[in-house]
């Protein structure tokens, strides 16, 4: 089978760009389920009901997240309502929302893992020693797609090689920067340090330049609109062994407008 996982979509460009872009991708490279990091979906950073909404009839099956998943309030019910709406696994137990879903697409099941990474971001609890806890379900099927939102390479690497064998692929989002490091790992998990950014091309991760080089060199607060112009749409396709959950391969995707 085939999955499709789409890189940290931005704004309300980046959302209408997916829902143009995403169905023709999806006949054209026979895709069954599609992931998408939607933690910056809304307009003004985080997600809202309406920018999950639309990713959702978009072509999304399963939206995860990462360290904006909590900015806006007004999400805070639906991470408990929607079970394709992840956050973070190794966020506390008592915030909103689960880290893990199954979908059931009749004649298989596909579990998907979202973590985040603790270097260079929030002290969350290890994604290792969550990653284990959560594997050690024996209801999940073999099928296990894990997006390990984290900062920096040697993080995503060594959680990639720590679940090499354990689950069917491991990509990292945040960077909104796409790696071009897509690999099979020994033990079978196909493996890619990020997947990048689906949203406007001349942009600083989505938002104006001048506003970013305006914050970096007076370090004063400034108001980060986001870029427009031709946009870009970011991810990988990983297409999976139904019998055994193991990789086949894995191919990254960048479509422009
Ligand atoms: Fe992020
Ligand atoms: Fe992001």
Redesign the pocket.
């Known amino acids: 089978m085939n999955i499709l996982a789409i890189g940290?979509v931005?704004g309300s460009i980046g959302c209408r760009f997916l829902r143009e872009q995403l169905p023709r991708l999806k006949k054209e490279k026979q895709v069954d389920l599609v992931i998408v990091?939607g933690?910056?979906s809304a307009d003004g950073n985080g997600i809202t009901p309406t920018s999950a909404e639309f990713l959702l009839s978009s072509g999304a099956d399963v939206i995860t997240t990462?360290?904006?998943s909590f900015r806006r309030r007004e999400s805070y019910e639906l991470y408990d309502n929607c079970e394709t709406l992840l956050r973070p696994a190794n966020f506390p137990v008592s915030v909103p929302g689960r880290g893990v879903c199954v979908v059931d697409l009749g004649r298989i099941q596909v579990a998907v893992i979202n973590l985040m990474g603790t270097s260079y971001m929030e002290s969350l609890d290890c994604p290792f020693t969550r990653a284990d806890q959560i594997l050690s379900d024996p209801s999940l099927p073999p099928i296990k797609l894990v997006d390990f939102?984290a900062e920096a390479t040697g993080e995503k690497g060594a959680l990639g090689y720590y679940l090499d064998g354990r689950v069917s692929a491991l990509f990292g989002?945040?960077t909104?920067v796409q790696t071009a490091d897509e690999q099979l790992l020994p033990q079978g998990t196909a493996f890619l340090s990020d997947l990048g950014?689906t949203g406007p091309i001349h942009s600083v991760?989505?938002v104006k330049p001048e506003l970013v080089i305006q914050k970096l060199r007076t370090h004063m607060p400034v108001r980060f609109d986001l870029a427009d112009g031709p946009c870009k749409m970011e991810g990988a396709i990983f297409c999976i062994d139904e019998k055994n959950g193991n990789a086949i391969s894995v191919e990254r995707v960048q479509i422009k407008s």
């Open positions: 940290d931005v990091n933690e910056n990462g360290n904006h939102h989002t945040h909104h950014m991760l989505g």
